[in-house]
């Protein structure tokens, strides 16, 4: 008898326990007018290997829970028996974006109200946009279609919630309207507004309180500790850090508690406090060092891992007056990095820049952001990045207001950075 891994893998990609699969089918079936009468027993052989081919209506049941076939989840037909040809899709799901000429996400209207109780059906379905809005994200940054997929999104999880089939399912879909309200403003701090964005801040925090949950908050309290430090309030940044590094995930899982603490640790960078950033940069990295690998989590947690706190380290070198600990932190982060991330990687490569800029290696570190430009060629710079680059000039024009290096720079890039 074979584990059914592809099963077992789509389980863990949704973040489901076998309870929750089950519940989720159930509520399928229900839908339909059927009995739901599947356990976690029943799952269980799923796994196992014990049953190979569930009933028909339990098989339509779990592709409309993962998107896929029965087949793509593991299971086969007994022998001499084919699987029944379909004439359309029996997955009943919709995803939130459609891709415009390439770049610009579009949301889909929203489908009639159903009849039938929400259940975990719909969840993981909104789950789904979720992670599609993560991934354009990742490709493109924060941009105004982006947010406006997020809102809508928050929009349908919250209108959903009212025809909820329990509570626990109530609170999943504020846990998902938070998601995406976060989404959204996180959208607004790539672009470099983050007094528009602290509104969403504030509305996603609420909604978290209600979900009850702890990962959410986490994840509001880290853009918060953002936007206050976009606005200069580095006082206001530590203590979100602080109030992310509180909340119960923490305990559970040491990756959020890293997170948090190399967030605390930029903070207190800002605000000069050179042996508190230290300290906290050292507990990121304990905490990073026990954190299990293959643990599901969110989505938009993917960007966290060594690249990225040795992508914060460089902050806190730099700012803390340690350059060239900054451009140590900022090559190693930058052979780190996953490929997918190409924004991240753009920011690390500016950030290396920097270090070597305040090492007075002027015409190295006006190359190293011809890599900037070349990194993001054909997608317009986030407003956070072209506010970063505004930090470089400033900076070229202090420490080297004559050399004709930065004379070039200006000329070749300035117009590219301040407009684009």
Request: with cysteine.
């Amino acid at each position: 008898m074979k584990a059914n891994e592809s099963l077992a893998d789509a389980l863990g990609e949704a973040g489901l326990t076998q309870a929750e699969l089950a519940e989720a089918v159930n509520d399928y079936l229900r839908s339909l007018g059927r009995a739901g009468t599947v356990s976690d027993r029943t799952v269980r052989h799923w796994l196992t290997g014990k049953t190979r081919w569930p009933h028909p209506r339990q098989r339509e049941a779990l592709e409309a829970v993962f998107g896929c076939t029965a087949e793509e989840l593991g299971f086969a037909p007994p022998a001499g028996r084919r699987s029944p040809h379909r004439t359309e899709d029996p997955v009943r799901r919709r995803n939130f974006l459609t891709a415009a000429t390439g770049t610009t996400a579009a949301v889909v209207p929203l489908v009639a109200a159903r009849p039938y109780a929400v259940g975990t059906t719909d969840v993981i379905r909104l789950r789904s946009g979720l992670d599609a809005l993560t991934a354009l994200d990742d490709a493109k940054g924060g941009h105004e279609a982006l947010e406006r997929a997020a809102l809508a999104g928050a929009a349908e999880a919250l209108e959903l919630q009212k025809r909820a089939a329990s509570q626990r399912i109530r609170q999943r879909l504020f846990s998902v309207a938070a998601d995406y309200t976060k989404a959204a403003a996180w959208s607004l701090l790539d672009a470099g507004s983050a007094r528009r964005a602290i509104g969403y801040l504030d509305r996603a925090l609420c909604l978290a309180g209600m979900a009850q949950d702890s990962v959410a908050e986490l994840g509001v309290w880290n853009l918060y500790a953002m936007a206050a430090r976009q606005q200069q309030d580095y006082t206001q940044a530590v203590s979100a850090a602080q109030a992310a590094l509180a909340t119960r995930i923490t305990r559970r899982d040491p990756l959020f508690a890293s997170l948090a603490h190399g967030r605390t640790a930029v903070g207190q960078s800002h605000l000069q406090d050179r042996q508190g950033a230290l300290r906290s940069l050292g507990h990121a990295e304990e905490a990073l060092a026990k954190a299990p690998e293959g643990t599901p989590r969110p989505a938009w947690m993917d960007f966290y891992g060594l690249a990225e706190l040795l992508a914060l380290t460089a902050v806190v070198r730099d700012y803390i007056g340690d350059a060239a600990g900054a451009e140590a932190a900022s090559h190693r982060a930058l052979a780190a990095i996953p490929q997918q991330f190409r924004r991240n990687r753009a920011m690390v490569t500016l950030q290396l820049a920097l270090a070597q800029l305040h090492q007075r290696d002027i015409d190295q570190a006006c190359g190293t952001t011809e890599k900037v430009f070349a990194l993001m060629d054909g997608t317009p710079l986030p407003g956070r990045m072209r506010s970063f680059l505004g930090d470089f000039h400033r900076d070229l024009i202090t420490l080297s207001p004559d050399a004709s290096t930065a004379r070039e720079w200006k000329d070749r890039y300035r117009s590219e950075w301040s407009q684009t």
